[in-house]
């Protein structure tokens, strides 16, 4: 599993991951389970490239990583550590709006 796109939010963090079959958004927030909504199969897009220039289209606010991060589960911890290491401090990090 790899975080393709992580943002903070007020309470935690949102973005997509690629679970090997799909890529798909998530919310996570703190002290609860990470809620996943319905994604898009991978088998519909030749590459992530072309699945980051779709998605770009339809959220131009979105931004995704050149390299996804790969994490060992979809938790609310292991998305701090990614979101740590992509901004590169040190796990955990002060959650809230900057």
């Known amino acids: ?3 393709i796109s992580i ?3 007020e309470e935690g963090f ?3 991951v690629d679970d090997g ?3 798909f958004p998530f919310i996570a927030l703190k002290g609860e389970p990470v809620e996943r909504e319905p994604g898009w ?7 992530y490239e072309m699945f980051v220039g779709i998605m770009s289209k339809f959220d ?3 931004w995704f990583l050149r390299k996804p991060l790969p994490i060992k589960s979809l938790t609310y911890e292991e998305l ?3 979101y740590c290491a992509l901004h590169k401090k ?3 990090c002060e959650i809230g709006i900057e």
């Open 1 to 3: 599993m790899k975080v």
């Open 7 to 9: 943002e903070q939010i």
């Open 14 to 16: 949102a973005g997509f």
């Open 21 to 23: 079959k799909s890529y």
């Open 41 to 47: 199969p991978k088998s519909d897009y030749p590459d």
């Open 60 to 62: 131009p606010g979105a």
């Open 80 to 82: 701090n550590e990614a």
């Open 90 to 92: 040190e796990a955990p």
